[in-house]
Nanobody, 125 residues
Framework: VQLQASGGGLVQPEGSLRLSCAAR?????????????MGWYRQRPGNERELVGS???????NYGDSVKGRFTISRDNDKKTVYLQMSSLNSEDTAVYYC???????????????WGQGTLVTVSS
């Protein structure tokens, strides 16, 4: 299983950016059996990794306190993709953003926790 994240980059303060992360099976001919919770975490310089937002397969969301009201997490279950719409960005949002998902690869597999490779978001003028 791979989590392929995209959408990071340089953005000015008060700007917006959208991150995407798609869950892909090792064998594209065998679709993933079940993608459960998905989410985004970030690691700012000198800090530990922290929750940005999470979303269940049924659409229930949860956010870290520092992003509430500015960021929106959503998902497309058919595409097995999670999105993070970020608005009113400031320098404190500069970080490497990691997507995360709990996935059952096949009907015979246990649920496993997966991480994407990380995408850098830099907020600067």
């Amino acid at each position: 299983v791979q989590l392929q994240a995209s959408g990071g980059g340089l953005v000015q303060p008060e700007g917006s950016l959208r991150l995407s992360c798609a869950a892909r099976a090792k064998n594209p001919k065998i679709p993933l059996f079940d993608v459960k919770g998905m989410g985004w975490y970030r690691q700012r310089p000198g800090n530990e990794r922290e929750l940005v937002g999470s979303i269940t397969s049924g659409g229930i969301t949860n956010y870290g306190d520092s992003v509430k009201g500015r960021f929106t997490i959503s998902r497309d279950n058919d595409k097995k993709t999670v999105y993070l719409q970020m608005s009113s960005l400031n320098s404190e949002d500069t970080a490497v953003y990691y997507c995360n998902a709990q996935i059952r690869e096949t009907i015979m597999s246990p649920d496993r926790n997966y991480w994407g490779q990380g995408t850098l978001v830099t907020v600067s003028s």
